[in-house]
Protein backbone atom coordinates (compact mmCIF):
# COMPACT_ATOMS: atom_id res chain seq x y z
CA UNK A 1 0.00 0.00 0.00
CA UNK A 2 1.34 3.30 -0.74
CA UNK A 3 0.03 6.63 0.86
CA UNK A 4 0.02 9.90 -1.05
CA UNK A 5 0.04 13.22 0.74
CA UNK A 6 0.04 16.21 -0.72
CA UNK A 7 0.80 19.69 0.45
CA UNK A 8 1.11 23.41 -0.52
CA UNK A 9 -2.62 24.50 -1.71
CA UNK A 10 -3.93 27.50 -0.38
CA UNK A 11 -5.48 31.12 -1.38
CA UNK A 12 -3.71 33.67 -3.82
CA UNK A 13 -4.32 35.82 -6.21
CA UNK A 14 -4.63 35.69 -9.86
CA UNK A 15 -0.77 36.06 -11.15
CA UNK A 16 0.84 34.44 -8.04
CA UNK A 17 2.43 31.68 -7.45
CA UNK A 18 2.23 27.71 -5.81
CA UNK A 19 4.26 24.85 -5.35
CA UNK A 20 2.89 21.82 -4.11
CA UNK A 21 4.49 18.76 -3.05
CA UNK A 22 3.47 15.29 -2.90
CA UNK A 23 5.38 12.71 -0.93
CA UNK A 24 5.35 9.30 -1.72
CA UNK A 25 5.57 6.18 1.14
CA UNK A 26 6.98 2.63 0.17
CA UNK A 27 9.81 1.61 -1.70
CA UNK A 28 8.34 1.30 -5.60
CA UNK A 29 9.15 3.80 -8.01
CA UNK A 30 6.07 4.51 -9.68
CA UNK A 31 5.15 7.42 -12.38
CA UNK A 32 3.61 10.03 -11.16
CA UNK A 33 0.81 12.75 -12.25
CA UNK A 34 -1.59 15.81 -11.01
CA UNK A 35 -5.06 15.52 -11.70
CA UNK A 36 -7.65 18.47 -10.32
CA UNK A 37 -10.85 18.82 -9.95
CA UNK A 38 -13.59 21.56 -9.88
CA UNK A 39 -16.59 21.92 -8.65
CA UNK A 40 -19.04 20.11 -10.95
CA UNK A 41 -16.63 19.14 -13.02
CA UNK A 42 -14.58 15.55 -14.12
CA UNK A 43 -11.15 15.08 -12.35
CA UNK A 44 -8.53 16.13 -14.86
CA UNK A 45 -4.94 15.85 -15.96
CA UNK A 46 -2.62 18.20 -15.09
CA UNK A 47 0.80 16.90 -16.11
CA UNK A 48 3.13 13.21 -15.40
CA UNK A 49 6.43 12.83 -15.30
CA UNK A 50 7.81 9.13 -15.28
CA UNK A 51 10.30 6.89 -13.23
CA UNK A 52 13.60 8.64 -15.05
CA UNK A 53 12.10 12.51 -14.82
CA UNK A 54 10.56 12.36 -18.04
CA UNK A 55 7.60 14.98 -18.50
CA UNK A 56 4.33 14.63 -19.66
CA UNK A 57 2.23 18.20 -19.55
CA UNK A 58 -0.81 19.68 -19.98
CA UNK A 59 -0.37 20.89 -23.70
CA UNK A 60 -3.82 23.10 -22.34
CA UNK A 61 -4.32 26.09 -20.54
CA UNK A 62 -1.57 25.20 -18.12
CA UNK A 63 0.55 25.02 -20.84
CA UNK A 64 3.69 27.23 -20.41
CA UNK A 65 2.59 28.16 -16.70
CA UNK A 66 2.74 24.75 -14.70
CA UNK A 67 6.08 21.94 -14.55
CA UNK A 68 6.26 19.24 -13.01
CA UNK A 69 9.05 18.04 -11.64
CA UNK A 70 10.45 14.59 -8.84
CA UNK A 71 13.08 13.96 -6.56
CA UNK A 72 13.36 10.17 -6.17
CA UNK A 73 15.60 10.02 -3.15
CA UNK A 74 13.02 12.36 -1.46
CA UNK A 75 10.05 10.10 -2.63
CA UNK A 76 8.51 13.06 -3.83
CA UNK A 77 6.98 15.39 -6.68
CA UNK A 78 6.17 18.55 -6.95
CA UNK A 79 3.82 20.77 -9.28
CA UNK A 80 5.22 24.68 -9.99
CA UNK A 81 2.37 26.41 -10.37
CA UNK A 82 2.98 29.99 -12.08
CA UNK A 83 0.84 33.31 -13.35
CA UNK A 84 -2.72 31.17 -11.48
CA UNK A 85 -5.79 32.48 -12.80
CA UNK A 86 -8.82 31.79 -11.18
CA UNK A 87 -10.10 29.26 -13.43
CA UNK A 88 -7.31 27.44 -11.97
CA UNK A 89 -8.86 26.96 -8.81
CA UNK A 90 -9.86 23.18 -7.61
CA UNK A 91 -8.58 20.59 -5.49
CA UNK A 92 -5.50 19.09 -6.80
CA UNK A 93 -4.75 15.34 -6.70
CA UNK A 94 -1.49 13.68 -6.67
CA UNK A 95 -1.51 10.07 -8.29
CA UNK A 96 0.80 7.28 -8.11
CA UNK A 97 1.01 4.64 -11.51
CA UNK A 98 2.34 1.68 -12.05
CA UNK A 99 1.54 1.92 -15.49
CA UNK A 100 3.72 2.58 -18.89
CA UNK A 101 0.96 3.81 -20.57
CA UNK A 102 0.09 7.33 -21.45
CA UNK A 103 -0.44 8.18 -17.84
CA UNK A 104 -3.35 10.79 -19.20
CA UNK A 105 -6.30 8.62 -17.51
CA UNK A 106 -7.42 8.19 -13.75
CA UNK A 107 -7.91 4.85 -14.37
CA UNK A 108 -4.18 4.59 -15.03
CA UNK A 109 -3.12 5.31 -11.53
CA UNK A 110 -3.22 2.91 -8.83
CA UNK A 111 -3.00 5.22 -5.69
CA UNK A 112 -3.95 8.94 -4.92
CA UNK A 113 -3.47 11.52 -2.21
CA UNK A 114 -6.23 13.49 -0.08
CA UNK A 115 -6.24 16.36 -2.52
CA UNK A 116 -5.17 19.71 -1.71
CA UNK A 117 -7.12 22.88 -2.60
CA UNK A 118 -6.02 25.63 -4.72
CA UNK A 119 -7.88 28.63 -4.92
CA UNK A 120 -7.01 31.22 -6.85
CA UNK A 121 -8.92 35.02 -6.40
CA UNK A 122 -9.48 37.75 -9.21
Known amino acids: QVQLVESGGGLVQAGDSLKLSCAAS??????MGWFRQAPGKEREFVAA????????ENVGSVKGRFTISRDNAKKSVYLQMNSLKPEDTAVYYC?????????????????WGQGTQVTVSA
Open 95 to 111: GASSSYGSLLKTDEYNY
Open 26 to 31: GRTLYA
Open 49 to 56: IGRSGDRI
